[in-house]
């Protein structure tokens, strides 16, 4: 059963709210980073991205780069910029994207509960992107970006977090951007033990975005505990920063392929190819596939839909069923030759965020094929978790994704 429990946060001051949480590290570049966060020296771009306080050709993995973040981070907390809750709290995180809503609790879970695997993977991770986030975490100190988890939804969780929300003032409400923020503080030691006690019951966590940080978070955990063998369990190492959410309140994005060449073919000794595997038909105008096993193939000005055959995949493999696995076994492989996509520097992949346009707009610039996809599901995401198997790369893209800045979980 998953643990997942209260704790001592530093967040922003009120009157900071907009100034310091951030995008997510990952999301961007640092060129990106510098100029998001130029004019703002509090944003925390400067503690997550902290190479952006130096010369653009400093190695961005130097140790001077996580020292760097480390004191602008105590910068931050010793100045007033953030505040520190004395007692043990949870916090209930709401964003609002174009009219749809994912509300969340934030808290701290287990790395135990990673290394037993209640907390469970879809993921492999990158030993570099992971040293890179266990350098960070460990000179800081400190869990600087939640990590995304999901739940099978549990109606009294729910149920407590509705009537906190109905019954209490937040304690921040802003926009960046597209999205609107909201947070609430619980801080009644009776609703807490509550929702600690609930969680208890939940059987399993779901990493949905964040695998990098979460492996790195556990990692350090377990350094903490070789430098303190007479270790507890209840010190904050062995702990990560974290944000719930029920899996009803997720939404999943396409994640499309843009690819560089035909890999030799013509186009119409491509399409002949196709449809072998696929029905092809030509569409009016963009758009997006409408059902899963279906795709939008885009080339020289025009749309195309794309139909799996039956037989070309087997319907009760939970990885081999997936729509990007279907591409990749039936068109990116054996046709245009990309074996591997997490290596091969003839395809990029674009989030559905971006929209038809993008693509388009790439494959008439510096690609040739755009492929639009239809969104795996979160219910795809549990079951091969389940099964302990890991997605293809690429497969998901959660919006709008949790800010950086908000939540700073200490690990002594």
């Not at 054996?334 to 971006?354: C, H, V, Y």
């Not at 969104?375 to 099964?387: C, E, F, Q, R």
Request: charged fraction near 25%; aromatic fraction near 10%.
């Amino acid at each position: 059963m998953a643990t997942f429990k209260s704790f001592c946060a530093y967040r922003p001051s009120k009157a900071n709210e907009t100034l310091i949480p951030a995008l997510p590290y990952d999301v961007m570049n640092s060129e990106e980073a510098r100029e998001m966060a130029k004019g703002n020296p509090l944003s925390f771009l400067h503690i997550d991205k902290a190479e952006i306080d130096f010369a653009p050709d400093v190695d961005h993995y130097a140790p001077e780069i996580y020292e760097k973040a480390r004191e602008n981070l105590i910068s931050l907390e010793e100045s007033g910029a953030m505040v520190h809750d004395e007692k043990p709290c949870l916090y209930i995180y709401r964003q609002v994207m174009h009219g749809r809503s994912q509300t969340g609790l934030v808290g701290c879970a287990s790395i135990d509960d990673y290394i037993n695997d209640v907390i469970k993977k879809h993921e492999h991770t990158l030993a570099k992107k992971e040293q890179d986030r266990i350098n960070h975490v460990n000179v800081c100190d400190a869990n600087t970006g939640p990590i995304f988890l999901t739940y099978r939804e549990n109606m009294e969780i729910n149920g407590i977090i509705t009537a906190w929300i109905r019954n209490h003032e937040s304690i921040y409400d802003f926009s960046k951007g597209d999205v609107h923020h909201t947070v609430w503080l619980i801080d009644d030691e009776e609703t807490i033990e509550k929702l600690e006690g609930l969680f208890d019951t939940v059987s399993s966590l779901y990493i949905a975005d964040g695998h990098h940080r979460c492996a790195s978070a556990v990692k350090v955990g377990k350094m903490r505990r070789k430098e303190h063998p007479d270790y507890s369990g209840k010190e904050e190492f062995n702990f990560f920063l974290a944000i719930a959410y029920p899996d009803s309140e997720l939404q999943i994005m396409d994640y499309n392929r843009v690819v560089k060449d035909l890999n030799g073919y013509s186009f119409d000794g491509f399409l002949k190819k196709l449809t072998e595997k696929f029905t092809v038909s030509e569409l009016p105008k963009a758009m997006s596939p409408e059902k899963k096993h279906s795709f939008s193939m885009y080339y020289g000005g025009r749309w195309y839909s794309l139909t799996a055959k039956k037989g070309i995949f087997d319907e009760n493999d939970p990885v081999g069923q997936l729509d990007v696995s279907i591409l990749q076994n039936n068109v990116l492989k054996p046709l245009l030759g990309i074996d591997n996509p997490k290596t091969s520097d003839r395809i990029d992949f674009i989030g559905g965020i971006r929209g038809l346009k993008e693509l388009e707009r790439r494959a008439n610039d510096d690609m040739k094929l755009a492929f639009a996809m239809y969104p795996t599901t979160i219910d795809d995401l549990m079951s091969i978790a389940d099964a302990g198997q890991i997605m293809p790369p690429k497969s998901t893209w959660f919006e709008p994704k949790p800010l950086s800045g908000i939540f700073i979980h200490h690990l002594s």
